[in-house]
């Protein structure tokens, strides 16, 4: 086991050079990587999809199988990162675990799928924060009709405002993504509590034992399997924190440890609060039919009997979602930077380029910020094809995760070039918890592009498979007549081999921290 005396020694042993400023203690890592899962109130705005498709079974045991499968994720990924924590994170992860012959194609490929589905959850995060403050007009205002280019304005607001959030405001950021991660927990006890205390309480039998087939699906499976979905994307993303590694203290404990405890906080959240969801629907009916379009203001509805407290209760998951919506632009601009530090983005060297005064990656913050408010405007013409990035942010997520996990279960055989392994570890338990999460990554990877609901039309149809095979398709002409010649994998800035002054062995000091760089 590799123990590094410093952030820079295990920086440079991933072979880069330090640019950016450390300014993340733990709680700042944990608040952000527990607020941008914001597990509980993404299933507040997306649970209507599990409860056509399986119903409250499928919601209930989808949930659990979701949890149990992303904390696998988090193990692999903590174990990744607590060897190299880096901002390229998976594509660089890639590289170093793969055969040399493939490293450069296998990595440029994983980084423009990390890439794609990040940029896309962007996006989806200011739609979903678009959609829910006009679903809670259209409560307090029964006149107001939405329309597409008010939420397309929203969330291009939303979208420059933490874009200036992280870049003016960047001193600021630790403490704001601290507090939003105290909030997150709050708000969820205030929900919570409101929903048992005031609500009628459904039967045992509908909660645990009612499955619901309202999608058209010929098969029962089909439709349960597909329920699994919106747990999935509500516990996507867990790899956010992990971008920000270059700006950590102790990133290779303090990174692993916001991952896996963010998922355990989120996982126990998400499921008792969709418990109490569940037990507050006595009209299902009504919450599918709802004149604001989200189903959860209807269960708000009918668990209080009160507009108003229905309205605060929406506005605290907006509340999060927006804080949120800083951490996740931040994480996302760090692995575009990184890229491109790379030269897997076109334009490679403008993008990498760090201000100076406020050391933050302020061309690549400029850059997602445009191509948010470039996805945005397709939501003008079409609310479908919106619809088909918010589901290629999730495709795009798992084939993140699995590639990176399958390089790093073969690499554990290869007696030639061990693995290295950091402070924090799955010890014998690491190979079985990377089968499982790739098995995780399969199954959602294979449901994924199902269309939701039978039979097929223009408005329901899922094109997240096409438009993430015609991504690939030009990433890898892109890599064939261009990136190839230029893009070579991840750079070494410094030299990888570690002296012995930088390097102590567990054996040696088991006392030792990894890395106590972390000012008192």
Not at 106 to 115: A, H, L, P, R
Not at 130 to 141: D, G, P, R, T, W
Not at 386 to 403: E, Q, R, V
Not at 451 to 472: D, K
Request: glycine fraction near 6%.
């Amino acid at each position: 086991m590799t123990e590094y005396s410093s952030d820079a020694a295990a920086l440079e042993a991933a072979g880069k050079k330090a640019v950016l400023k450390r300014e993340w203690n733990f709680w700042a890592l944990l608040g952000m990587s527990a607020c941008t899962l914001c597990t509980w109130e993404a299933t507040s705005a997306l649970f209507a999809g599990a409860y056509s498709n399986g119903g409250p079974a499928s919601v209930v045991y989808g949930f659990i199988v979701s949890v149990l499968g992303t904390l696998c994720i988090a193990g692999s990924f903590a174990e990744m990162a607590s060897i190299s924590p880096i901002a390229g994170a998976q594509y660089h992860w890639s590289a170093e675990h793969s055969p040399p012959k493939w490293r450069a194609l296998i990595s440029y490929i994983q980084g423009w799928v990390t890439v794609t589905g990040w940029v896309a959850a962007v996006a989806s995060v200011a739609f979903l924060i678009a959609s829910m403050i006009q679903a809670a007009a259209v409560l307090n205002h029964a006149d107001y009709e939405p329309k597409r280019w008010h939420a397309t304005l929203i969330m291009i607001g939303f979208s420059g405002l933490a874009s200036l959030g992280i870049t003016v405001g960047k001193k600021l950021l630790p403490l704001w993504e601290t507090l939003a991660g105290l909030l997150h927990v709050v708000f969820f006890f205030i929900v919570f509590i409101a929903i048992l205390a005031t609500s009628t309480k459904a039967s045992n039998k509908d909660v645990w034992g009612t499955f619901i087939n309202a999608s058209g699906w010929g098969s029962d499976g089909v439709s349960f399997c597909l329920g699994f979905l919106t747990p999935a994307f509500a516990l996507a993303g867990v790899d956010a924190v992990v971008h920000m590694s270059e700006e950590a203290y102790n990133a290779p404990l303090n990174i692993p440890r916001a991952m896996v405890y963010s998922v355990v906080i989120n996982g126990l959240a998400g499921f008792s609060y969709i418990i109490a969801v569940l037990y507050a629907i006595t009209d299902a009916d009504a919450v599918l039919s709802t004149p604001t379009g989200l189903p959860i203001i209807a269960v708000f509805l009918q668990a209080t009997n009160n507009q108003k407290a229905a309205t605060a209760m929406i506005t605290a998951v907006i509340i999060i979602f927006s804080m949120a919506l800083f951490g996740v632009t931040a994480s996302v601009s760090r692995l575009l930077w990184a890229f491109a530090r790379d030269h897997g983005l076109p334009f490679s060297n403008h993008f990498a380029h760090i201000s100076p005064k406020n050391k933050s990656p302020t061309n690549a913050v400029i850059l997602l910020f445009s191509c948010v408010s470039a996805l945005s405007l397709i939501n003008i013409g079409s609310t479908t094809a919106f619809n088909a990035l918010i589901s290629l942010t999730t495709l795009g997520f798992y084939f993140s995760y699995a590639i990176p996990t399958v390089m790093f279960a073969i690499r554990r055989y290869n007696v030639s070039n061990p693995i290295r392994f950091g402070p924090w570890t799955m010890g014998k338990f690491g190979l079985v918890v990377n089968i499982l999460t790739v098995a995780f990554c399969v199954f959602l990877i294979i449901f994924l592009p199902f269309p939701p609901y039978l039979p097929v039309t223009g408005t329901n149809m899922n094109y997240a498979s096409p438009v993430f095979i015609f991504v690939m398709i030009v990433a890898t002409l892109n890599y064939v007549l261009r990136a190839r010649k230029k893009f070579t994998g991840p750079i070494k800035e410094v030299s990888s081999d570690i002296s012995s002054e930088e390097v102590t062995h567990e054996s040696a000091l088991p006392e030792k921290r990894a890395v106590d760089s972390e000012p008192s």
